[in-house]
């Protein structure tokens, strides 16, 4: 896949995703949990990809400055960390209990 080769963010996304994955397989998370779960980590790695490709047609349309292109990229990078951020909270809330 490109974006694992050449994309720092989704090489973190999918070491951060087998991390987590191995944690729910330790502490025996349930079959809701576990939906949850891959339907976030899916979500945070889709977004990436969005990102990337964004990224990569506006480096393609353009490589002078200009606001519109760098509102794309910035836009979809927010996106990103808005679901990252997300994905943060849904992996407390899942795994706090678990370890209390």
């Known amino acids: 896949m490109t974006a694992m080769k050449e ?25 809701w949990e576990w939906l949850v779960l891959l339907l976030t980590i899916g979500s945070v790695i889709t977004l990436e990809l969005i990102n990337t490709a964004i990224e990569r047609a506006v480096n393609l349309v ?14 979809a990078a927010a996106a990103v ?5 997300v994905a943060v909270i849904i992996g407390i809330i899942i795994f706090l209990p678990h370890v209390i």
């Open 7 to 31: 994309e720092a963010h989704m090489r973190v996304h999918i070491a951060l995703a087998v991390i987590v994955i191995v944690a729910a397989v330790i502490v025996h998370i349930s079959k």
């Open 62 to 75: 353009t490589t002078d400055f200009h606001p519109l292109a760098k509102a794309a990229k910035d836009i």
């Open 81 to 85: 960390l808005f679901a990252a951020i």
